[in-house]
T-cell receptor, first 116, second 113 residues
Framework: DAGVIQSPRHEVTEMGQEVTLRCKPI?????LFWYRQTMMRGLELLIY????????DSGMPEDRFSAKMPNASFSTLKIQPSEPRDSAVYFC??????????????FGPGTRLTVT | QQQVKQSPQSLIVQKGGISIINCAYE??????FPWYQQFPGKGPALLIA?????SEKKEGRFTISFNKSAKQFSLHIMDSQPGDSATYFC????????????FGTGTKLQVIP
C-alpha cells in the first residue's frame, strides 16, 4: 500500500483565499483524522471520521474550517477564507480502529500551508 | 484533564548515551499510551506503545516505563544513535474503541557523534 496520500504537499496562498487540502487514507482503514501542527501549539486534532461520518469536530478552530469525507477513500479539509494564522502543517492520518485490533494511526506526509 | 504534559522540550545526547523523555497525564480513563517518532518533513510514525497493565515494554533499544500510580510514563532510548535524532511525541487515549489520541507537545532529540 502507498500509505496515506496528501495533496498538495505545499500550498502558498493569499489571505482571504479558499484553500482545499486533500487526503486519501489507507485502503480498509475505518478512521480518518485531520491534525494541524505548529511550533506554538504542537499537534492538534481538528476532526476525525469513522466510516465516513464525522465523530468529533471539537478541534476545528472556527467556522472557516470544514471537513468532508464523501467516501471511504477521500477526504477534504477546507479553509475559507484563509488567514495568516492558519499557516501550519496539516496532517491526515488513518487507522484500522478497534475492529482491526489497533489504535495505531498512520500519518501522511503533510501539507505545508503558508498564508500570506 | 485531557492534557498530556511532556518534558523536556529539547534534548541533546551523545552517541551511545541514554535518552530519556518523560510524560504525565491526569485523565485516569486513559488506557493506551503510544510514542510517535517524527523526522523532519515527515509525518509522525508509531514507535512503541504500552497499556497500563504492564510497567515496562521493550522493543530493541526503545523502552517505555509506566507508573500508573504516579500517572507518568517515559521513553528510554538506549545506546542512542545519530539516526535517532527526531521529534518524539508521547500520547494517550481512552481506549475501548475511542480513537481520539491526545498528543504531548513533543521533544526534539539530537544525538551528537
Amino acid at each position: 500500500d502507498a500509505g496515506v496520500i496528501q495533496s498538495p504537499r505545499h500550498e502558498v496562498t493569499e489571505m482571504g483565499q479558499e484553500v482545499t487540502l486533500r487526503c486519501k487514507p489507507i485502503s480498509g482503514h475505518d478512521y480518518l483524522f485531520w491534525y494541524r501542527q505548529t511550533m506554538m501549539r504542537g499537534l492538534e486534532l481538528l476532526i476525525y471520521f469513522n466510516n465516513n461520518v464525522p465523530i468529533d469536530d471539537s478541534g476545528m478552530p472556527e467556522d472557516r474550517f470544514s471537513a468532508k469525507m464523501p467516501n471511504a477513500s477521500f477526504s477534504t479539509l477546507k479553509i475559507q477564507p484563509s488567514e495568516p494564522r492558519d499557516s501550519a502543517v496539516y496532517f491526515c492520518a488513518s487507522s484500522l480502529g478497534l475492529a482491526g485490533g489497533s489504535y495505531e494511526q498512520y500519518f501522511g506526509p503533510g501539507t505545508r500551508l503558508t498564508v500570506t | 484533564q485531557q492534557q498530556v504534559k511532556q518534558s523536556p522540550q529539547s534534548l541533546i545526547v551523545q552517541k551511545g548515551g541514554i535518552s530519556i523523555i518523560n510524560c504525565a497525564y491526569e485523565n485516569t480513563a486513559f488506557d493506551y499510551f503510544p510514542w510517535y517518532q517524527q523526522f523532519p518533513g515527515k509525518g509522525p510514525a508509531l514507535l512503541i506503545a504500552i497499556r497500563p497493565d504492564v510497567s515496562e515494554k521493550k522493543e530493541g533499544r526503545f523502552t517505555i516505563s509506566f507508573n500508573k500510580s504516579a500517572k507518568q510514563f517515559s521513553l528510554h532510548i538506549m545506546d542512542s544513535q545519530p539516526g535517532d535524532s527526531a521529534t518524539y511525541f508521547c500520547a494517550a487515549s481512552r481506549g475501548g474503541g475511542y480513537q481520539k489520541v491526545t498528543f504531548g507537545t513533543g521533544t526534539k532529540l539530537q544525538v551528537i557523534p
